[in-house]
């Protein structure tokens, strides 16, 4: 006898994680997907510039020019717009980098809270880029920006 309501017991309990795990799943392929772009979008159109010259001279492969990426945001039901702006695509050893170049009106710092506002939306949009190449024809620099992980967490805990 007791082994009748041993079985009762565990088809109850299968009955309910089945019903549980078809909701679970439900709900988990109806969830939004993040906007991750898989590819950046290349537009052919090049102005040729000290910015090109620069990096060809250092060894990338211009393959994009000047894009404007639309972006919409819902906001309590609202769509607020913006855009995002990339100056050119570069590729080096089959790796793809997005340029951006400096602005003489708004000069890059060099600091954490400056570089996560003004580069990090890129890379967070482009996972698969190999980071944001930073071009001053001033000063004939490039510099390469990558999202690495902070493995020294402790230091912002107080």
Request: glycine share 6%; charged share 25%.
């Amino acid at each position: 006898m007791d082994t009748r309501y041993d079985t009762v017991i565990i088809i109850v309990i299968g009955v309910i994680l089945a019903i549980w795990a078809f909701y679970s799943l439900r709900a988990w392929l109806e969830e939004p997907e993040p906007l991750v772009l898989r590819t950046i979008p290349l537009n052919e159109d090049m102005d040729e510039g000290p910015a090109v010259n620069l990096l060809e001279k250092a060894g990338y492969d211009v393959v994009g020019g000047k894009m404007k990426i639309p972006l919409a945001f819902k906001v309590n039901g609202n769509t607020v717009h913006s855009r995002l702006f990339i100056d050119y695509v570069a590729v080096q050893n089959s790796s793809t980098y997005m340029v951006k170049t400096a602005r003489r009106k708004k000069p890059m710092e060099w600091s954490g809270p400056e570089l996560r506002d003004r580069l990090m939306p890129y890379l967070l949009l482009y996972p698969g880029c190999a980071g944001v190449l930073y071009v001053d024809t001033d000063q004939q620099s490039i510099r390469l920006i990558t999202l690495v992980e902070d493995l020294e967490e402790e230091e912002y805990e107080d």
